[in-house]
């Protein structure tokens, strides 16, 4: 017999920026950070689990490709769920699975991403969450979302905030053993929904220096992250809880800039310098800021992470509008740039 369960996560977009471990095996973060998860329907993960008697190894597929589960990050999901297993019964199927039979039983995993991962949007987000929280579903885990964000965070420490909808704070945590580090939701799906996202891919290429070595060297060498972590969030981390409960969409544009731009000081500020933004990216920047400007108040938020492409924000469908009209005339698609000519409509999702 074969059991399956099938889950599906979204990713989700910082506006208050994660940025360094204080642990690396357990992924205990150096600052609290927020985020606002996408809708399901444009950037997820999709993943069905599969377990057998007859399978003789834990296996993974990641869109159609079988990868390696040798990395400790996958394998320390799978223990945490498999620890927390319980009795699954099947009537229909003539199932019945004691909790201790979930250490011997192995399990297959294919992840599906519903976006071009080539579009170098490929986050380990929604893939995490969605394997934690899929896991649980086929092991009858019945842990609440906290416990389950807390577990998705030692796949990747950003996958802990995919567990929720809306607007999503992860708690850094004081306690060594991690278990008060974790996410919470701040106001759900339908609190701020005039909000409309754009993500303008500035390069299909893969991210040059992952978000895991990265903020290591970044913990290592930048003495402006101590300021950063230390000083500068945890004001901002109060500030953005304010501008989210009221949509006070000028505080939260602001913050949102504010925090995306250190987070790349930071990384200017690694030895040797991370760069992650281009000069599209750049000009992205400058086009929002001038128009900001000359409305007087922010109409567009944007959002940088390990990467050049753009993640803005409008205030509503109408700015939304607007924002795509000027992204298009001002960066026409290119006859020599395929990749993203190709993705045509789809290359600003
Ligand atoms: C820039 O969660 O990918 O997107 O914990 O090492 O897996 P690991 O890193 P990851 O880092 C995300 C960094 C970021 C900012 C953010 O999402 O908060």
Redesign the pocket.
Do not use: E, Q, V
């Given at each position: 017999w074969v059991l399956m369960a099938t889950g599906r996560s979204p990713t989700?977009?910082?506006v208050?920026?994660?940025?360094g471990?204080r642990d690396e095996t357990l992924?205990l973060?150096v600052n609290d950070?927020i985020?606002v998860t996408l809708d399901p329907d444009h950037l997820s993960a999709t993943t069905t689990v599969a377990a057998s008697p007859s399978f003789p190894s834990d296996r993974m597929w990641l869109n159609g490709k079988e990868i390696a589960l040798s990395g400790g990050?996958f394998q320390s999901c799978l223990r945490e769920i498999r620890k927390r297993a319980r009795d699954v019964e099947d009537e229909k199927k003539g199932i019945k699975i004691k909790k201790e039979d979930w250490e011997k039983l192995h399990v297959h995993i294919a992840s599906y991403n519903n976006f071009p991962t080539a579009a170098g949007l490929a986050?380990?987000?929604a893939g995490?969450a969605c394997l934690v929280f899929t896991l649980g579903k086929l092991m009858n885990v019945n842990e609440d979302y906290g416990e389950l964000s807390s577990i998705a965070?030692q796949?990747?420490?950003?996958?802990c905030?995919s567990i929720y909808g809306g607007f999503v704070k992860?708690c850094m945590g004081k306690n060594d053993d991690g278990s008060d580090s974790m996410a919470v939701q701040l106001a759900d799906e339908s609190h701020w929904d005039d909000l409309v996202i754009i993500i303008a891919v500035v390069s299909s290429k893969q991210k040059e220096t992952?978000?895991?070595s990265g903020?290591r060297d970044t913990v290592e060498t930048s003495p402006l992250l101590q300021y950063r972590a230390q000083t500068v969030v945890p004001s901002r981390i109060l500030k953005m809880e304010d501008a989210i409960k009221n949509r006070d969409f000028e505080s939260f544009a602001r913050l949102t800039c504010a925090d995306s731009n250190q987070?790349h000081a930071v990384c200017l500020d690694t030895s040797p310098p991370i760069f992650y933004m281009n000069d599209t990216s750049h000009r992205i920047i400058s086009l929002v800021e001038k128009w900001n400007h000359s409305e007087g108040t922010p109409q567009v938020a944007y959002t940088f992470?390990?990467g050049p492409n753009a993640v803005l924000i409008a205030r509503n469908r109408k700015t939304a509008t607007l924002l795509l009209q000027r992204l298009l005339y001002t960066f026409p698609p290119q006859k020599n740039d395929l990749d993203s000519y190709m993705l045509g409509d789809k290359s600003i999702l």
């Open positions: 989700n977009i910082a208050i920026k994660y940025w471990k992924i973060p950070s985020s990050r986050s380990s987000a995490l965070r796949g990747s420490g950003s996958a905030r992860w992952s978000s895991t903020m987070f992470d390990a």
